[in-house]
């Protein structure tokens, strides 16, 4: 069992009490953890080949889907992002205590120092949309107390600017390479649900630049499940069987 696999279980969590919604993720790990939902908690997931296709099958990473059940062409995804039936799992640049999330641009929003992707669909998808986070690298340079520019809106915010931004914002889960959080600590601030075996909180803590919202006995913080057997073989013989998911977390060096 690896931080990979528990990470991969984490994001399926995610997805597991969804229904029948479109799960939408971003990036390698998200996808992963999906599709691995999609074959064990949550069959009744929608998926997609990330480009253009709905799946009724459920490929390897990066392999075309040889069952298709339906079209989702590019502009078809804005109808479901309005609609609603849909959980999108994002990456972060940075996430602020309040569930706030960047990847538009780092520095002041007159003069950045570095631009990044734009706000893309993070407004929309926040305000519309069940959204989680994937975080590959927990740092306090991701984690931080108040974002530089807000791309994706924090519950806080959205309830402050009224019932349009409020009334579907749903930040579920955040998903780290140390744990699993959620925003509904005190005055809608991060919380810690779990850390990953081999992971403490002082190392969550340490990693974070902001205060967490933690119970006032840290040992009752669980840890993160392992995945169960059949888990797995499903991750490692079919939806990954090249290792692609260790690009994006590889082992600690203490666990090699």
Known sequence: MTRADVCAAAIADAFADDGEIFGSPMGMLPMLGVRLAKLTSNPDLVISDGESLFLSGVPPLFAKGDVVE?????????????????????????????????????????????????????????????????????????????????????????????????????????????????VKGADDTVRLLSVHPGVSVDEVVEATGFALDLPADRSEVPTTREPSYEELVIIREMLDPKGLRFREVPEPEAAK
């Open 70 to 182: 339906g079209w989702i062409p590019f502009r078809r995804v804005f109808d479901v992002v309005a609609y609603g039936k849909r959980h999108v799992m994002m990456g972060a640049t940075q996430v602020d205590r309040h569930g706030n999330q960047n990847i538009s641009a780092i520095g002041p929003f007159s003069r950045p120092k570095r631009q990044l992707l734009g706000s893309r669909g993070a407004p929309g998808n926040t305000v519309n949309n069940r959204t989680s986070y994937w975080v590959p690298k927990h740092s306090p340079r991701v984690f931080v107390e108040q974002v530089d520019i807000v791309s994706g809106v924090g519950p806080k915010r959205a309830r402050e600017a009224g019932p349009g931004a409020a009334r579907y914002n749903d930040i579920h889960r955040i998903v780290s390479n140390l744990g699993v959080f959620d």
